[in-house]
């Protein structure tokens, strides 16, 4: 049976200050008219997923930022196919009041909403909000116990929970979500690399979104997430992998941008991003937290982007998209320089040759984790 086709993604840019965290240009914008024109773009030049980021206060070189729901859905009412992940914290959202939003949301785009659900590393919005900061891994027992809710209240009549964060007492949602043949309900998503992260995906969620990570550590991140969901008795989560694209007629050219937007990387910025996020790290036991072992390059694209080596040729950049592909990697989720520009550029240059190249894998879907990888020369 061949493996479904590599889908992808881009991150909204709803935040100010692009995707990276740098002085170089920009020619991005993270007002409506620029985002409404760029989901269009993006869904007729390949693209099956946008996500929009959530951040509700000023911080490391995003001063301004459009709420994630609401621009979520103002995009997928600008669009016909594209497919919006709106990014929520569970500490600031109340699954019923979310899975309300998300069926209406669901219905008005003919059940193309989705939701990604973000425990936390910014404990200055919480605080702010007069929230309580929960220590690592109890934030991700929050966040299992909010995805539970959320699947209950959207498949079943009556929800009863009493959880040890959250209490529904004969809940009720009419109208549920669309029941479509591509799934039961609004798809979950899920981000973080930590090991309770990776436990609670292979429990609960959908799918599992990784920061960017080489081969190596995309093998052992999938491995980790299948065997937790073996060990729960479930389908394994589908996986996501953030890479920063960056697509030029040469490698040089594509090399040199890289070492541009490094060259003008806001130092301060970045510096106060990574002493934020290293306590996500640093706070789990065993030291697989997200951010843990990201040097000062690595956080200039805030994802971890850069290592997951998308930098080149078209034709590099599919060789390695579809090695990934091999190992198990089932979505792309991209960020770019000009996103205008480079969204078209790829679905016109890049695209096609990973379609290409997909057309030529055996028809036995992908490798285990156990199986080789042939990793192309430049990578």
Known sequence: MPAAPLKFAY??????????????????????????????????????????????????????????????????????????????????????????????????????????????????????????WLEHDERYRRSEEFIRALRQIWTEDHTELAGDFYRLRDFTLKPKPLNTTERPHPEIFQGGNSTAARAMAGRVSDWYFSNGKDFDGVVEQIADVRAAAALAGRTAPKFGLNGFLIARDTEAEARDTLREIVAHADREAVEGFGAAVRQAGQSTGDGKGMWQDSSFEDLIQ?????????????????????????????????????????????GRRVLPLV?????????????????????????
């Open 355 to 379: 379609r290409e190249l997909e057309a030529q894998l055996p028809q036995t879907g992908p490798e285990t984790e156990a199986e080789a990888v042939t990793v192309p020369a430049h990578a």
């Open 11 to 132: 991150w909204v840019p709803n935040v100010s200050g692009g995707l990276v965290t740098s002085k170089i240009e920009q020619r991005t914008d993270w007002d409506y008219a620029y985002n409404r024109e760029l989901a269009v773009l993006a869904e007729n030049n390949g693209f099956d997923y946008a996500l929009s980021q959530v951040r509700y206060m000023a911080s490391y070189g995003a001063e301004f930022q459009h709420e994630s729901t609401s621009f979520s859905l103002a995009l997928l009412l600008a669009t016909e196919r594209l497919k919006v992940i709106a990014a929520v914290h569970p500490g600031l959202w109340h699954p019923g009041v979310l899975a309300k939003f998300g069926a209406t949301a669901d219905h008005l785009s003919n059940g193309r909403f989705a939701v990604n659900v973000v425990s936390g590393w910014f404990k200055g919005e919480f605080t702010a909000l007069g929230e309580p």
């Open 302 to 346: 805030y994802n971890d982007g850069f290592r997951t080596g998308l930098i080149g040729t078209p034709e590099q950049i599919a060789e390695r998209v579809v090695a990934y592909k091999k190992l198990g990697v089932d979505l792309f989720l991209l960020g770019f320089l000009h996103y205008h520009e480079e969204v078209e550029y790829f």
